[in-house]
């Protein structure tokens, strides 16, 4: 099993920045990727950026796309998304999530094993 925690979430003004992180605990040897999703009131949970178990690779949805940067640290065991320049569309809670197999779609919300509770954001205009 693996547990996954996020923090950093808050409320910031629109163009401003926010860091989320996300600790790892359990088997987290186990662990092929990680990503953040997030979930805006009254839609679906959507995908926001992955990372692989190496780092090297990194995925971004279209809409933070230059705008966050996902990054991890093995040592640590720990996951973080670097969000800046944000906008109110951005509000929304924001969840670790944690995949132990690799996948050649990692959008997808399936295929991911473990899931943190979320963190919320909110961005004001």
């Known amino acids: 099993q693996v547990q996954v925690v996020e923090s950093g979430g808050g409320l910031v003004q629109a163009g401003g920045s926010l860091r989320l992180s996300c600790a790892a605990s359990?088997?987290?040897?186990?662990?092929?990727?990680m990503g953040w999703f997030r979930q805006a009131p009254g839609q679906e949970r959507e995908f926001v950026a992955a990372?692989?178990?190496?780092?090297?690779?990194?995925y971004y949805a279209n809409s933070v796309k230059g705008r966050f940067t996902i990054s991890r640290d093995n040592a640590k065991n720990t996951m973080s998304l670097q969000m800046n320049s944000l906008k109110p569309e951005d509000t929304a809670v924001y969840y670790c999530?944690?995949?132990?197999?690799?996948?050649?779609?990692?959008?997808?919300?399936?295929?991911?094993?473990?899931w943190g509770q979320g963190t919320q954001v909110t961005v004001s205009s």
């Open positions: 999530a944690a995949a132990q197999r690799w996948s050649t779609d990692v959008t997808r919300r399936a295929e991911y094993d473990y």
């Open positions: 990372i692989s178990r190496s780092g090297s690779s990194t």
């Open positions: 359990g088997r987290t040897f186990s662990i092929a990727y």
